[in-house]
C-alpha cells in the first residue's frame, strides 16, 4: 500500500492511498478520513460509497463530511465506484463500466476480469484496513449517494451482523425495474434476473429485511427520480415493519450541495449506533 | 359557551369549555392549551385529533403536550372525537358511534342526525375558537393520534391553505381497505365509496397531493398496523415528490406511551411552519 497524500484536516488526517486488489486485479485508490482520536486507539467506521462517474475524491472534497466525523470521533472511508485503468474494460455511457462499477461481481464478458468490486468492498479492503490503520472494525456503519446508496444499502442487507446502521442519499432503490439498473444488472450479471435480486435494494428488504437502524433522504426536486424509486423502498421497508426514517427534502435535487446539507445529521444518525 | 375547568399549566392555562354546537345538534367539549405568551396577545394554534374511544381529556391528560406548547408559545385544541349523550346514536362496538366519529358527516341513518364531526372541526369550532379566544387563525397546524391522525392528513389535504403543517402519530391512513375503516366509512358514508375519498389520506394523497411540510410517526410493534397501513400512505406521498418525513419508530406500540415520547418533536416540527 502506497501513501498518495496526506492532509491535517479537523484536527485529523485525511489520507489517499493506493494499493494492489486482488478482487479486481488492478490498483485501486480510496481516500481514509481519521480522526485525531485514532492517535489514542481504534476509532469506529463509516463507510461512505460514491455515486455514478465519481472516483474515491468526490466525496471527500464536496460531502463535507470531515468536519461532523471529526466531531464524532469516527473515521470516514471513501473507496473507488469501480476498477480503472488501462486494461480495464469501459464504455463510452457513463452510467456502465469505470466510474459505474454498481458494488456487483461482474460474472459477464468484457466486465468479470475486474468488475469484482462487492468483493472488494466486502472483504478486500476492510482487511487492508483493518491491517494498516487504527479502526475498531467491530464498529462499522454505512452510508452512501446514488449508486452509492444502493451499494450501501444492498451490503448493509446482505453483510448480516457487519454494520451497525446505513443511510443513504437519493440511493438507487429499484433497480431491477429502472433505467439506472436493468442495462447494468444485465451487461454485468447477465440476463438470468436471478442473479439480480441481491442487488436491488426493495427486492431485498422483501425477502430479507433488514435489523439495524435505517435512514434514507432523496431530495423532493430529484432530477433523476424515476431512476431511484425511494417510494419502493419505503413501501416494501413499511411492510416489514422495519424501524426507518425515510424523507423526502422540501426542493434538493441529487447533487452534493444535497448531501452537504445532510451529512450532519447522517453521521449523527450513524454515531449513535456505533457508540450504542 | 361554558367553562368547565381552567388549570394553570406550564406557565399557562389548560381549559376545558362546554359549548352548544349546531352542527352535531348536541353539547360538545374541548380543551384548549393556552400558552403565557396568550395573556400579551393573539398565539398560533395546533389542533389534537385523538383516536377510538378518546374524549377531549385523554391527550390533554396522556401526551405531555402542555409543555413542549409552552416552549413554543402555541395554544392546543383537544376537541372531542364524536357527539355525546343520550339522544345521540350509539353503537356496542368501541370502534363506531360515540367515541368514534371518523371526522366525517354522516349521511346516513341513524348518525346522519348528529355524527357531522368534518364541520364541526372544519367550521363551527374554529369560529368559536376565533371569537372567543386569543388565537391567531392564520396560523394553524393539525396533528393527530390514530383515527386522530386519520383526521389530521385528511383535513391537512381536503382544506387547502387552511394549515401550516400536519403531522400524525399512528394514523389510519387508507382506511378504505381495512378493517378499520370499510365498516364505518360505509355506516356513516353509505355504500357508495366515492363519497369515501375525500376521507382517505391515502386516496386523498394520490389525488390532490399536499403542499405543507407531512410529518408521520408510527410505532414498528404498533399492535393494530394491520389497520394502519402507514406504507401505503408512504408510497403515494413519495410517488408524488410530496415533502415528507415517514418514520417507523423502533419498538414503539399504539399508545400514549409513544405519542408522548415523539410529542416534543411534533410540536417541534409544527413551531417551524407556525413561525416562518
Known amino acids: ?8 484536516s479537523f484536527g485529523g488526517t485525511q489520507g489517499v492511498y493506493r494499493h494492489r486488489s486482488k478482487a479486481t486485479n488492478c490498483d485501486m485508490t480510496f481516500g481514509l478520513f481519521l480522526p485525531q482520536e485514532a492517535a489514542e486507539g481504534p476509532v469506529p467506521v463509516l463507510w461512505y460509497l460514491s455515486g455514478l462517474t465519481c472516483t474515491h475524491e468526490n466525496a471527500m472534497v464536496k460531502a ?21 485503468g488501462e486494461g480495464v474494460a469501459d464504455d463510452p455511457a457513463y452510467d456502465l463500466g469505470q466510474g459505474a462499477g454498481f458494488y456487483v461481481n461482474a460474472t459477464e464478458a468484457p466486465w468479470a476480469a475486474h468488475f469484482r468490486m462487492w468483493d472488494y468492498i466486502a472483504d478486500e479492503l476492510p482487511a487492508l484496513l483493518a491491517k494498516e490503520f487504527p479502526l475498531d472494525m467491530e464498529r462499522q456503519s454505512i452510508t452512501g449517494h446514488s449508486m452509492g446508496g444502493h451499494g450501501a444499502l444492498t451490503l448493509a442487507m446482505g453483510l448480516k451482523g457487519r454494520f451497525r ?9 429499484h433497480p431491477t425495474t429502472t433505467d439506472w439498473g436493468r442495462k447494468q444488472l444485465a451487461a454485468y450479471l447477465g440476463p438470468d434476473e436471478t442473479a439480480w435480486l441481491r442487488h436491488d435494494a426493495t427486492l431485498m ?25 425511494p417510494e419502493a423502498l419505503a413501501m416494501a421497508a413499511m411492510e416489514r415493519r422495519i424501524p426507518c426514517t425515510l424523507r423526502l427534502q422540501d426542493g434538493y435535487d441529487h447533487s452534493y450541495f444535497f448531501v452537504s ?5 447522517h453521521i449523527g444518525f450513524h454515531a449513535e449506533a456505533l457508540y450504542a
Not at 446539507?261 to 445529521?265: A, P, R, S, W
Open 261 to 265: 446539507t445532510f451529512i450532519e445529521e
Open 1 to 8: 500500500m502506497e501513501t498518495v497524500s496526506e492532509n491535517r
Open 64 to 84: 463535507g463530511a470531515q468536519q461532523w466525523a471529526a466531531e464524532q470521533g469516527i473515521a470516514l472511508v471513501f473507496p473507488d465506484t469501480s476498477p480503472r
Open 205 to 229: 428488504m422483501r425477502a430479507e429485511g433488514l435489523d439495524i437502524p435505517l435512514l434514507v433522504d432523496t431530495g423532493s426536486k430529484d432530477q433523476f427520480m424515476s431512476h431511484l424509486k
Open 165 to 173: 446502521s446505513v443511510s443513504a442519499f437519493s440511493p438507487i432503490c
